[in-house]
């Protein structure tokens, strides 16, 4: 490629050299390297219109990464320009109700600004050092989506770059239909600069229960009762496995174990202690364990702990295969017994089970692809598999992921996907055409994003 053309108007860098290519091959997931031709950093939104102006003039293809913490190659370019958002990262502004920020600002970093303001947004996911863009990108869940939905419907307004390096402004009133794409669109219309973040007021501090079970069904009616009495502000839970020994399949002996369900609940509170009691009346868990007081801050990062471990054990640089789907509230019990059933624990290694109540927001999103009711589960399993055992653990979640699919669920689109064009066009159902045709009027040239989703011909 012939960079030259881009020097003029661009003020950031390009990095050609074989080092910066080779770093930026992969992400957290760990199964695709791309080698990109070039990195371009940015050093303003004008860069970005530059870069996409030249590029679509040229034929080059852009791909957009935030910090490539998605698991198949969303985030990656082989042989086109990788658009590192990182360096776009300023708060611009927190107001009483939202935040307007650059794409590539980190969770992290925007609800610690919030907080000082004792303002968080709606929902965060539960690894905050993720961007903006990259969660608007695919739409974002927390601990708080069981009562308010996916993080991207709380994003009031964009500011976007589309595949021809136009810049927009869009909203519900203004641009609605680019507004509509951009969100959970995966960066395949536009590329977002800017965006405006809601805000709520919340409580200094947040109390955590955390709940034991012993069978599936006493946890999902509890989560049910939950969700429809919102006594709680955050509710998340995992599968803990009980590794009992191994039996024998055939001519091999597989581990096996009995599963158990952590449920943990959260509630903010200010300076008059929460009812405990009343908090828990009526629910079906066996055992009370720990309760956890801490700062809302404290609360958001609570996960931190386990990242940390997972970076000091090495585990965060092994393979991440992540199956997750979200499943119809029905299917969802039947399905989560049948793989738990099947899946060695010691597959999991060092890896999590989650589970998530999610409730249907409104308006629904036209490329959030949800499945039919009122509520739904988020399910993930989540390994992390040294490479040496890819072959006898993908097979296994390619089976999970089927399974889900088969039983009404939608995969979350950050995780470990390689649908062909049929899956796609399934996974969208009648919303492919839309799909198309966005594509078609926002990216003509169709620079943006190519490979993960299968749309050209
Ligand atoms: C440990 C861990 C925990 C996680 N926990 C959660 C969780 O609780 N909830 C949740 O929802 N997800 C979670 N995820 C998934 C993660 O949030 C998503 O993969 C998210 O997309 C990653 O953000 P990123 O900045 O790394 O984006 P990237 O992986 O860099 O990009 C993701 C996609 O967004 C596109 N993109 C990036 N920036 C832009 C932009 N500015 N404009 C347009 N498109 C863009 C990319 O091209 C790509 O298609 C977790 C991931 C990890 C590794």
């Known amino acids: 490629m012939a960079f030259e053309k881009l020097k003029e108007g661009f003020q950031g860098q390009i990095f050609t050299d074989e080092e910066t290519l080779s770093e930026l091959q992969t992400d957290f997931g760990g199964l695709v390297a791309s080698l990109p031709a070039a990195v371009a950093v940015p050093s303003s939104i004008k860069d970005v219109c530059t870069l996409i102006k030249t590029a679509a003039a040229e034929g080059w293809r852009v791909t957009t990464r935030g910090m490539s913490h998605s698991q198949s190659g969303q985030s990656l370019s082989q042989g086109g320009i990788l658009l590192d958002m990182g360096p776009l990262n300023r708060i611009e502004r927190i107001g009483r109700h939202s935040a307007w920020v650059q794409a590539g600002v980190l969770w992290s970093d925007l609800v610690r600004a919030s907080l000082e303001e004792n303002l968080v947004p709606p929902v965060f996911p539960s690894y905050l050092d993720v961007t903006v863009g990259g969660t608007i990108a695919v739409g974002g869940l927390g601990a708080s989506s069981f009562k308010r939905g996916h993080l991207v419907q709380h994003v009031e307004e964009l500011e976007v770059v589309t595949g021809e390096g136009h810049t927009a402004r869009c909203s519900p009133d203004e641009n609605a239909a680019l507004f509509n794409c951009t969100r959970a669109g995966l960066g395949q219309f536009s590329i977002v600069t800017r965006a405006k973040v809601h805000l709520r007021t919340c409580a200094p501090q947040v109390r955590t229960f955390n709940l034991l079970y012993d069978n599936l069904p006493a946890l999902m009616r509890d989560c049910e009762l939950l969700m429809i009495e919102e006594r709680f502000d955050y509710l998340e839970a995992s599968a803990v496995p009980c590794p009992l020994g191994f ?26 202690l929460p009812h405990d009691d009343r908090l828990l009346d009526g629910l079906r868990y066996f055992r009370k364990s720990h309760v956890e007081d801490s700062r809302t801050l404290g609360f958001a990062t609570r996960h931190e702990a386990l990242y940390s471990f997972w970076r000091e054990t090495g585990m965060w640089s092994f393979t991440h295969p992540w199956v997750e789907t979200v499943l119809p509230w029905r299917s969802a019990g039947p399905f989560i017994q049948g793989v738990l059933r099947s899946l060695p624990p010691n597959l999991l290694l060092g890896g999590q089970v989650i589970l998530a109540p999610l409730s249907r927001e409104n308006p629904p999103l036209p490329l959030l692809m949800l499945p039919e009711g009122e509520r739904m589960v988020h399910f993930g399993l989540l390994p992390a598999v040294p490479r040496q055992l890819l072959p006898m653990v993908l097979p296994i979640l390619m089976k999970a992921s089927e399974l889900s699919i088969e039983m009404g669920g939608k995969r979350y689109l950050s995780g470990w996907i390689n649908f062909d064009k049929k899956q796609w066009k399934d996974h969208f159902g009648e919303r492919w055409d839309r799909l198309v045709e966005w594509k078609r009027f926002y990216d003509p040239k169709g620079i943006l994003n190519p490979g993960f989703i299968k749309i050209a011909d």
Do not use: I, N, R
């Open 247 to 272: 039996k024998t399949m055939g001519e091999t002996k597989v581990q096996f174990a009995e599963w158990f369900y952590l449920l943990q609940v959260s509630v903010e509170h200010g300076h008059t």
